[in-house]
């Protein structure tokens, strides 16, 4: 024989957080239209005093912050964490230019840096010498007289 148990329709206090059974609800509706249902004036109370229920070892909010109600929870299994690492390329360059620049010796290495970098120095003093006597050329022109007529 199955056993028929009574379904009640419960509430939970926003204060507290505990079940509220049919007939023992406080209930505050705030200007903005928006209910609060509260288990007894205690709760009402210590809401109006905006008291934060995290900080009152007696809410539920509280137990679960501190990790008080572990044997109502499953405990999940432990994942492993091993990372598979994967070799792919990147943006621009392929996986083989990238392992043949790692296994480069350091000083390979700094010396196309310095290379590289003297190049782009060069090319910055020949762009800056250009613009020099492209200024000299213009203010020769604005020296020289004009002819009248």
Known sequence: KKD?????KTETCRFS????YPGHAVRFVRTDTQIFTFLKSKCRTLFNQRKRPAKLAWTTLYRKQHKKD??????????????ANFNRSLASASLEVIQKKRAEKPEVRQAAR???LREVKE??????DEKKAAASKAAKAAK??????
Do not use: H
């Open 4 to 8: 028929d148990a009574m379904v009640i």
């Open 17 to 20: 957080g505990l079940r509220i």
């Open 70 to 83: 572990s044997t109502q929870e499953v405990s999940r299994k432990k994942r492993r964490g091993g990372k």
């Open 114 to 116: 310095d290379s590289a």
């Open 123 to 128: 090319r910055m003093k020949k762009v800056k």
């Open 144 to 149: 020289a007289p004009k002819g009248r007529r």
